[in-house]
């Protein structure tokens, strides 16, 4: 069946280092790939979206690529800032035939230190 | 913008006892869902729902209830609680009209039970 993993947490960086946090995916049919990001005390907000191989999906410096050959969608900011700490997730929409469900990954979290 | 709301946004019960989660949408969506979230185990659907009057079993339904009577709300039903349902309750929304959108969230609710 469909599923997301990604990589444990937590992660801890100093600010200004990159980052990458790794996520895969398992999809019988052609998915779209969404990285969600929760700050503390909040819900999740989409933060970027990729939808057909490929793809690059950005915002606010973030970055992830949408490769089939590997199946991934790893996340990627050059340059990390205290602001960044929150919990990502990595999460997928089936094909065309079941994308009324929503799966995500168990989640990353971030600690950027000063 | 309203979005999604969910209320109520904090809760204590005692086990045994009953409670209803209320999740509305002002996006005119046909999928809804209901996730909890607890540590280390990322987001786990517990029902979903395909539009007004349909729901269906998500990976941890044991303990919960749904009701989707109007399109706009969608009800998350506790009977008798029990501390293993201690856990942060997120819903989403989703339109049906692209494969490609990605799901909107509350702010969620924190629920103990004691």
Redesign the interface.
Known sequence: GDSVTQMEGPVTLSEEAFLTINCTYTATGYPSLFWYVQYPGEGLQLLLKATKADDKGSNKGFEATYRKETTSFHLEKGSVQVSDSAVYFCALSPGRYNFNKFYFGSGTKLNVKP | NAG?TQTPKFRVLKTGQSMTLLCAQDMNHE?M?W?RQDP????R?IH?S?GEGTTAKGEVPDGYNVSRLKKQNFLLGLESAAPSQTSVY?C?S?T?AD??T???????TRLTVV
């Open positions: 999604v999928y869902y996730y280390g185990m990322g987001l659907l979903y395909v997120f989403a989703r049906s494969m490609n990605e799901a909107f969230f509350g702010q969620g």
